[in-house]
C-alpha cells in the first residue's frame, strides 16, 4: 500500500495548528500535498481527498467503502447511542428513510409561513442602535422552528426547558477565553455537577428526560389532528416490523434538533456576516425580493435565482460541516492509484474541494453569480455531503435558510459592529464564526421603490 503524502508533524501539535487557523491550515496541506493528503492518527491513516473523482468513488463504492456508525461513536453523547448517526446497514437505511419521508415537501410548505413568522417575531425584539450576537438571535430561530416541525412543540415549560437546554448541550463557545480553557485536560474531568464536563452531563441528562417524556406523552395521546414528525415517528414500524421503543424514537429526535439548532443557526450566521460585508450582494438580494411585492408567498421566495446562488455561495466558501463524516475501507480498495488496506479512514473533505481553483476560479472571492454561470456535480459541490449518509435535511437546510434572509433582509436594516474579518472556529464538526457576528439593528427597513410588477399592472 502506498499511501498519499502528509505532514509528519504529531497530532496534538497538528490539532493546535488546525483549532488555530482551520481554513489556513488546510489551504496550507493544500498547497504542499495537493488532493490527497494522509493524516496519521495513531497507526490509522486517514487520508482526507478533494478530488471529486476520489469523492465519487468514496460516496459509491459501497462495497469496499463503508460509512459505519461506530465511527461516530465520539457524537453520542449528544445524539444518544440509537441516533442515525450512531447506525448502519439496513437499520440505518431504515431510519434513514423515516425521517427523510418525515421531511416531505406538503409539511415544508406548510411552515414556510410560520418561520416567517418566528424570524420577524424574534429579530423585531432586538433593541435600535444596540449590538447583539448574530448567532444567538438565529440559534433562536432555528431551535424555535426545529423544536415546532419536529415535536410538534410551541409554548410552555416543557418547550422552553428543552430550548434552553438543547442551547447549553449543543453551545458554540463565543468567548475566547473560554475557547482556550475548553482546551485544556481539567475541562473534561467529571468532578460531579459543579465541574464544566459533570455540568454538561447533567444538562445533557435533564435533556433526553424531556424528550422521553414528550416521545411517552405523544404515544399515551395519540391525536390524529398532530401534523409534527414526532407523532409520525411514534406510529412507525421498525426495520423488522415491531414499533420501535421510546428511547429509539428519542435518539431519532436528537439528530434533527441538533442540526437544526447547529449546522442551520451556523450557516445563517456566516451567511448575515457575508451579505452585511458586501452591500453589492446585499442591494442585488433586495432588489431580488422586492420584486416579488408586499408579503410574498414562502414558495416564490425559495426558487429566487440570486438568492439561492448566494445561498450556495455561503454553503461553498464556508461549509459549516468542513468534512462528511469518516468512511471506512472494508476490503481492499484503489482510489486515484492509491491502493487503500482494510482499515483505512476516508475522509471526504468538502472544505478543500469547495475551494479548488480548477472548479470555482478565484475560490476565496464570495462571488454568488458562478452558481448561475455553471452547474456543479453533486461531488464538486458538497456542502450536505454525500453517498450513505447525505444529510437528511439538506433541502429542509436551505428552503428555511432562504425564508429566515428573506425576512430579516426585507424588513430590518443590520449593519457589522466591525469589518473586521470574522475568525472561524472548529468545535469537532462544525466551523462557526468565532465571535458569532456582532451585528447593530439600524431600525425597520423602509422600500426602496415599489416592487417592479404593480408598476407594470398600472401601465
Ligand atoms: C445548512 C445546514 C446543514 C448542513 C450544512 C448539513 C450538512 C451535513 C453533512 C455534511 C452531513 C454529512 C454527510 C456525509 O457524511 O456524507 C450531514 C448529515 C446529516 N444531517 Fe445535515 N446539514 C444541515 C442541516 C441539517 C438539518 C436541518 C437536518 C435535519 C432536519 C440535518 C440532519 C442530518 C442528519 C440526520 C445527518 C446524518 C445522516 C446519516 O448519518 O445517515 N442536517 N449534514
Redesign the pocket.
Known sequence: MTLPAGPKTPSWLLNQKFQADPFGYMDAVYKRYGDMVTIMSGSTPTVHVSNPSGIKQI?TSTKEIS?R?AL?RSFALFTGNQ???Q?DGLR?KHR?KL?MQA?HGERMQACGRRICELTEKIISQQAIGKPFVAYSAIEDITLSI?IEV?MGLREGERYNKIKHLFACVFKHELSPLLQFVRELPFWRWNLGQWSPTGHLLHQRQELFELLYAQVQECRQQADSSRTDILSELVLAHDETGEPMTNEEVRDLLI??LG??QG??A??LAWSLYWIHRLPTVRDKLLEEIDRLGKDPDPMSIVTLPYLSAVCNEI?RIY???L???PRLVESPVEVMGHEFNVGTILI?N?YLTHQREDLYPNSKKFRPERFLEKQFSAYEF?????????????T???F??KLVLATILSHYQLALVSQRPERPMFDGLLCYPARGVNMLMLGQRQRQRQPQHLITDSL
Open positions: 460516496f460509512a456508525g461516530n441516533g442515525v448517526l447506525l440505518h434513514r425521517l421531511f426545529g419536529v439528530s434533527p442540526a437544526a449546522a442551520s451556523t450557516a454553503l461549509p459549516t460541516q468534512f462528511a463524516f471526504a468538502i458538497l456542502p450536505f455531503g454525500g453517498g450513505a449518509r447525505v444529510c437528511i435535511g439538506g429542509f437546510a436551505l428555511e435558510m
